[in-house]
């Protein structure tokens, strides 16, 4: 059985940089044909799509949040990271991260099959 958890802080200050790690377990992320998500809920809001890590390494952003995202992995360790610069208030959210068998941008839930349990973050001074 796959399962992933989020670790990290639960409270960022604005302008640093918020990591967030999601522990995968049950699968090696480097397994053919998975591809590990980062997506967030700000309150009040729908579901937004970060970026992904692929199990070949490669990554892809939401240009939105491009310029300030990086999504890396430690193959040892079995998990990914998000690191998110120059966080504002408005990156207050729920951040999930999730699997999907296929190379998506989407929000949908219905995209991926595995996610973790969501972790809070808030973005306060």
């Known amino acids: 059985q796959v399962q992933l958890q989020e670790s990290g802080p639960g409270l960022v200050k604005p302008s640093e940089t918020l990591s967030l790690t999601c522990i995968v377990s049950?699968?090696?992320?480097?397994?053919?044909?998975?591809?590990w998500s980062w997506i967030r809920q700000p309150p009040g809001k729908g579901m937004e799509w970060i970026g992904y890590?692929?199990?070949?390494?490669?990554?892809h952003y939401s240009p939105s949040l491009k310029s300030r995202t990086s999504i890396s992995r430690d193959t040892s360790r079995n998990q990914f990271t998000l690191q998110l610069s120059s966080v504002t208030p408005e990156d207050t959210a729920v951040y999930y991260c999730?699997?999907?068998?296929?190379?998506?941008?989407?929000?949908?839930?219905?995209?991926?099959?595995?996610w973790g349990q969501g972790t809070q973050v808030t973005v306060s001074s």
């Open positions: 049950g699968r090696s992320i480097t397994t053919n044909y998975n591809y």
């Open positions: 890590i692929a199990y070949t390494g490669s990554t």
């Open positions: 999730a699997r999907s068998p296929k190379p998506t941008v989407s929000s949908d839930p219905s995209d991926y099959n595995i």
